[in-house]
């Protein structure tokens, strides 16, 4: 985006997109930590970074957000050849983003010959929230992950406080109470943050709330699984709750990342 003030909402839907593609067991996605490093135009080459990623095409596009109006412009390219596989500009008000977003990752996957299954399709069709305010503090919260992989009580406190902020303005946000949970347990596990016994009860609850809202979802066994690992060092039973939640987002880097750790541990 070439606004600042909305580039956490292109991040947002960059994060977003990937997300949905990433429950496409057919295709093999690349998380949006190792693609950030190819954001300026100007050194771009698709070729090479379809080489230095072992991808055959490249997905890329721009947000441009004005009040509660939202472009987004998207284009497929065949890596190897340089040709447009698809390509598309979607107009629309904020309330019909998760919308757009899931048009875009099925009309993706159609350009690249994809099957979906009735599960894959119901996960990329879910909306995790009515409210544009709660999803924006999520988006806030979510960037600052990828903006910094070291564990600082600084920025985990803020991203507490900001997804708390999401689910005061909707309680039944599911997602914003998963990552509450993983950002809790992260500040309970490491002993120079906060391994109390009142931050272990926060991963708890916002676990169970998670499980209350939304059972079925695959990021709902990540919390499980988070809450497991994090707080019971029960390593066998994280691991079997990340591995469900693998079924569901096949290519979701921060399941996979779970994963390594349970995996390390056994």
């Given at each position: 985006s070439p606004d600042p003030e909305n580039a956490f909402f292109a991040d947002g839907v960059h994060q977003d997109v990937i997300t949905s593609l990433a429950k496409i067991r057919d295709l093999k996605v690349i998380s949006r930590t190792s693609v950030l490093a190819y954001r300026d135009p100007g050194t771009r080459n698709l070729r090479a970074i379809a080489a230095e990623l072992g991808?055959?095409?490249?997905?890329?596009?721009?947000?441009?957000?004005?009040?509660?109006?939202?472009?987004?412009?998207?284009?497929?390219?065949?890596?190897?050849?340089?040709?447009?596989?698809?390509?598309?500009?979607?107009?629309?008000?904020?309330?019909?983003?998760?919308?757009?977003?899931?048009?875009?990752?099925?009309?993706?996957?159609?350009?690249?010959?994809?099957?979906?299954?009735?599960?894959?399709?119901?996960?990329?069709?879910?909306?995790?929230?009515?409210?544009?305010?709660?999803?924006?503090?999520?988006?806030?919260?979510?960037?600052?992950?990828?903006?910094?992989?070291?564990?600082?009580?600084?920025?985990?406190?803020?991203?507490?406080?900001?997804?708390?902020?999401?689910?005061?303005?909707?309680?039944?946000?599911?997602?914003?109470?998963?990552?509450?949970?993983?950002?809790?347990?992260?500040?309970?596990?490491?002993?120079?943050?906060?391994?109390?016994?009142?931050?272990?009860?926060?991963?708890?609850?916002?676990?169970?709330?998670?499980?209350?809202?939304?059972?079925?979802?695959?990021?709902?066994?990540?919390?499980?699984?988070?809450?497991?690992?994090?707080?019971?060092?029960?390593?066998?039973?994280?691991?079997?709750?990340?591995?469900?939640?693998?079924?569901?987002?096949?290519?979701?880097?921060?399941?996979?990342?779970?994963?390594?750790?349970?995996?390390?541990?056994?």
């Amino acid at each position: 985006s070439p606004d600042p003030e909305n580039a956490f909402f292109a991040d947002g839907v960059h994060q977003d997109v990937i997300t949905s593609l990433a429950k496409i067991r057919d295709l093999k996605v690349i998380s949006r930590t190792s693609v950030l490093a190819y954001r300026d135009p100007g050194t771009r080459n698709l070729r090479a970074i379809a080489a230095e990623l072992g991808v055959a095409a490249v997905l890329e596009g721009s947000v441009r957000r004005a009040g509660n109006q939202v472009r987004v412009t998207a284009q497929l390219i065949d890596a190897r050849t340089d040709e447009h596989l698809w390509a598309e500009t979607y107009d629309g008000e904020l309330t019909d983003a998760f919308a757009l977003q899931a048009t875009l990752a099925k009309q993706i996957a159609e350009a690249l010959k994809a099957k979906l299954t009735p599960g894959e399709q119901s996960l990329i069709d879910r909306k995790p929230t009515q409210n544009q305010a709660a999803y924006d503090l999520y988006l806030r919260a979510r960037a600052m992950s990828v903006a910094s992989s070291e564990n600082r009580r600084d920025i985990l406190d803020a991203q507490v406080n900001l997804f708390e902020q999401a689910i005061a303005k909707d309680p039944g946000f599911a997602l914003a109470h998963v990552q509450l949970g993983l950002t809790n347990g992260t500040l309970y596990w490491f002993g120079f943050l906060d391994p109390t016994p009142a931050r272990r009860e926060r991963v708890r609850q916002a676990m169970e709330a998670a499980s209350r809202l939304a059972p079925d979802l695959p990021e709902t066994r990540l919390a499980r699984g988070g809450f497991l690992y994090l707080s019971e060092n029960d390593w066998a039973g994280a691991l079997a709750e990340f591995k469900a939640a693998e079924l569901g987002m096949p290519n979701d880097a921060q399941v996979a990342f779970y994963i390594g750790l349970a995996q390390r541990r056994l």
